[in-house]
């Protein structure tokens, strides 16, 4: 399942974000979801995800009570709202079915992303 991750852009640290996730023709709803990122010049990295029954939400220590992920089913969207961004936090963004507990993508593949940049 590829997605599609949305909403990335310019902002000044201290600012906001929200990020969202589709799937053009496909549903997600029985998957586990999760967002990931990769800044220039490192490795892709966890950020955040939401079981499939939305209970449940796991974070990365670095945007714990920055960043909040949430899902709608019945419209296939998957969201990362994200308050007191960092320059630290530039970098693209993708959501992808998850693995829970692992936090890993569970197919391998990779969507579209979203830039996001944040300047100090």
């Known amino acids: 399942v590829q997605l599609q991750a949305y909403g990335g852009g310019l902002v000044q640290a201290g600012g906001y974000l929200r990020l969202s996730c589709a799937a053009p023709?496909?549903?997600?709803?029985?998957?586990?979801m999760a967002w990931f990122r990769q800044a220039p010049g490192k490795e892709r990295e966890f950020v955040a995800a939401i079981s499939r029954n939305p209970k449940n939400t796991y974070y990365a220590t670095s945007v714990e009570g920055r960043f909040t992920i949430s899902r709608d089913n019945a419209k296939n969207t998957v969201i990362l709202q994200m308050n007191s961004l960092k320059p630290e936090d530039t970098a693209v963004y993708y959501c992808?079915?998850?693995?829970?507990?692992?936090?890993?993508?569970?197919?391998?593949?990779w969507g579209q992303g979203t830039l996001v940049t944040v300047s100090s």
């Open positions: 023709g496909r549903t997600f709803s029985n998957y586990h």
């Open positions: 992808a079915p998850a693995s829970i507990p692992g936090l890993t993508n569970l197919f391998g593949s």
